[in-house]
């Protein structure tokens, strides 16, 4: 018999059956909802993840760093290797070091990882945040080019400040981005000012940072003595220009891990400044303050291919290079098995679908006994039976998968929304945590279309064995 | 003249549990393209066991049933689905009609799998209907019509692919004597047109009627055959 004839069988049994036949494609639906739901919440945290670093092009961007702390070991607690760094500081980075990456094929551009805590004074507020230092060239690159307010700033000497947006929060201020809002009591009893974020371009701010007393140092014997306390730091104050305002971003970015810090400065400004930066903790520890040069470097290369060859001459140099491209992948594995997990429950979903479909289609057979025995007596074959029950297998796969991805989709909506009304209420930015690629929609048809077939081979196998001679006498 | 449908030593045994129960035993028949043999017995004698046997639904233990020539023990199950497509037609005492279908989509389905495309299919089956006079009841289903009009559906689907034989298992058996004696009339007019019938009954008044042989089963065995009329003597 002819496909068509079949499949128009198939379909005008199903329609008989429309009851039935919407409560088993029900089953479906929800499955592959769930299904859909899950796998895109899985896709859509490892989207959000992955697209920080495209967007901040990160993967262009390595560290080099003079030592090579090993993981395992610090977690294994084997100190007697690591506390060996402790006595034998790594060779720092000089200046010549940086000359000679940046000669490397495909380097873009070489600078010094500089970082150090500082205060923020604004007015009578004030805050502590992490300051970084970067050359001005960077500010033609993400996320840098694109601030919320003013801009980067043009060369390495000036005293000029980023401040992220997040900063001002702890400031108590509240930036309006242009939109009117109105001072509320709230506000008024929390000291919160509403500000729009152009105005603050051009005002000025205190850094503060802290460098090594060393008269506290040579007293702090005579201190203890008398049982008082004092850390041996004293602050020294910078005067600055905010310049501009970066982004908070949309999302999964630690603004402070990524983007860079609550304060970017000009890399020579921050050469001139009197701080203890991280890096200076191992001159403090051994002492050693003549030390010149850095512990790391940011590497920027001018395109993602070039990744792999500069990586190899710089540890041929016999400096580690940490690339955000290597984690990318295990990254990535970590959530294939997070996908995998949330894909199990949305698949028990749809096994119980599948027994549903069994269920509905064994019930058929034995409704149907009679007209399988004519439909044989007639010269239709076991294998025109088993086609029209795979054929009602698969319609009721097609329908409840393709109704099953709308539901999903609508599902993700919802919880999207629900999610960045309640879970999000105290941030300015909408995440969507759920993403539904056309891989997605294509699979979960298949894989609806594909379990409902499998459903159907035991019935189908079933009609197709039915002896015409006693279905024909089946009541 | 080689025979239409050919029976050698054929026997067919059905057990259930420790019970064997011998529906046909060594059974021999003949029977010529043209006629219309009837067979007559009591209930349980292995009329309906010989029908399918012959319409390829069932198998003999043991000896040949040859139709056309061709031997439907050594068939495989392809063709023996072809048999049961394209050389025998089928009419049962309840109809055994599909109560979803209009009388034309059961027509039509009969078509179908004989492999014929959907206009055809609705053409023929069209024509078919007509024939049997239910030109205005198309597009009823079982369930809207008589027992004779389902009778003639049944004789319509039957014929859809043009077989050799027609198998009539009690074609008349639940119908009331008038409409019974339409059915007999329609299967008479149809063998006058060359149509060889094949039909068991109950109703010998019926089958002398119409047949040109009467053969009497008992305990699986044809124990009586009677000649009423020659094939050149169509009444």
Redesign the interface.
């Known amino acids: 018999m002819k496909t068509d004839e079949l499949t128009h069988i198939a379909l005008g049994n199903l329609w008989r059956s429309r009851l039935r036949t919407l409560l088993t494609t029900l089953g479906v639906i929800i499955g592959i909802g769930a299904l859909v739901s899950m796998v895109s919440f899985g896709i859509g945290m490892q989207k959000n993840v992955t697209d920080v670093f495209y967007k901040n092009e990160l993967f262009t961007s390595m560290l080099v760093s003079s030592q090579t702390v090993n993981s395992d070991k610090v977690l294994s607690g084997d100190m007697k290797s690591i506390s060996g760094n402790l006595y034998e500081p790594p060779p720092l980075l000089t200046d010549s070091t940086l000359i000679r990456i940046q000669s490397i094929p495909g380097v873009e551009m070489t600078f010094p990882e500089i970082r150090f805590p500082v205060k923020l004074r604004l007015g009578h507020e004030t805050t502590q945040t992490n300051c970084r230092a970067l050359p001005a060239s960077m500010g033609k690159y993400k996320p840098f080019n694109d601030l919320l307010a003013g801009s980067f700033f043009k060369n390495d000497s000036q005293h000029t400040v980023i401040l992220n947006q997040h900063v001002f929060k702890d400031l108590n201020i509240r930036l309006k981005n242009g939109q009117d809002h109105s001072h509320n009591w709230e506000d008024s009893l929390r000291n919160i000012l509403w500000i729009e974020a152009d105005s603050l371009v051009g005002d000025s701010i205190q850094i503060i940072t802290s460098v090594v007393d060393m008269n506290e140092i040579s007293g702090l014997a005579g201190f203890l003595m008398h049982g008082r306390m004092h850390l041996p730091f004293k602050e020294v104050t910078h005067n600055f220009r905010i310049g501009g305002i970066q982004k908070i971003g949309t999302g999964f970015e630690n603004p402070d891990m990524i983007s860079g810090s609550g304060a970017i400065i000009p890399i020579q400004t921050a050469e001139t400044m009197p701080r203890m930066g991280f890096s200076n903790i191992w001159d403090v520890l051994s002492g050693r303050h003549d030390r010149k040069g850095y512990l790391s470097a940011i590497v920027r290369v001018h395109h993602i291919d070039h990744v792999k060859t500069v990586q190899d001459s710089i540890e041929f140099m016999g400096y580690s290079v940490y690339s955000i491209l290597d984690q990318l992948n295990e990254i990535k594995k970590g959530f294939v098995i997070f996908d995998m997990g949330l894909g199990a429950i949305g698949t028990i979903a749809l096994i119980v679908a599948a027994l549903g479909i069994i269920n509905t289609m064994v019930m058929s057979i034995l409704e149907r006994t009679r007209e399988i025995g004519i439909m044989k007596s007639l010269g239709g074959s076991e294998q025109d039976i088993r086609v029209i029950f795979f054929a009602e297998a698969g319609v009721i796969g097609l329908m409840g998968g393709f109704l099953g991805v709308i539901l999903g989709w609508l599902v993700t909506k919802v919880a999207n929304a629900v999610a960045n009304i309640y879970v999000l209420k105290e941030v300015h930015f909408t995440v969507n945590f759920f993403s539904i690629p056309l891989w997605l929609i294509f699979s979960a048809l298949v894989f609806s279309i594909g379990v409902s077939l499998l459903a159907g081979i035991y019935p189908a196998a079933r009609a197709a064995s039915v002896n015409p001679v006693e279905a024909l006498r089946h009541d | 003249m080689n025979p239409l449908l050919k029976i050698q030593n054929c026997s067919r045994t059905y057990s259930k549990g420790t019970i064997r129960i011998q529906a046909v035993r060594d059974l021999c028949l003949t029977m010529n393209a043209g006629e219309i043999v009837s067979l007559i017995g009591r209930s349980g004698s292995g009329k309906s066991t010989l029908l399918?046997l012959i319409?390829g639904?069932?198998m003999p233990d043991q000896g040949h049933i040859w139709i056309g020539g061709n031997d439907l023990t050594r068939m495989n199950?392809?063709d023996l689905?072809?048999?049961?497509?394209?050389n025998v037609g089928?009419i049962?005492q309840s109809f055994?009609?599909?109560p979803?279908?209009t009388s034309l989509e059961n027509v039509s389905?009969?078509l179908?799998?004989?492999?014929k495309?959907?206009s055809e299919r609705k053409r023929r089956a069209a024509e078919l209907l007509d024939s049997v006079g239910l030109k205005d009841r198309m597009n009823h289903r079982p369930g809207e019509l008589s027992g004779g009009e389902c009778q003639r559906v049944a004789i319509a689907?039957a014929l859809a692919?043009q077989p050799m034989l027609l198998l009539a298992d009690e074609p008349t058996g639940n119908l009331d004597s008038k409409t019974a004696e339409a059915v007999l009339s329609l299967l008479n007019e149809l063998n006058r047109k060359g149509i060889s019938i094949f039909m068991v009954t109950h109703d010998r008044s019926g089958a002398e009627k119409i047949s040109h042989r009467i053969l009497q089963l008992m305990d699986g065995k044809i124990i009586k055959e009677k000649l009423l009329r020659s094939q050149h003597e169509n009444g």
Do not use: T
Request: charged residues 35%; positive net charge.
């Open positions: 399918n319409g639904l069932d199950r392809d689905d072809k048999h049961r497509r394209f089928m049962f055994n009609l599909i979803s279908r389905l009969a179908a799998f004989g492999g495309g959907r689907r692919n």
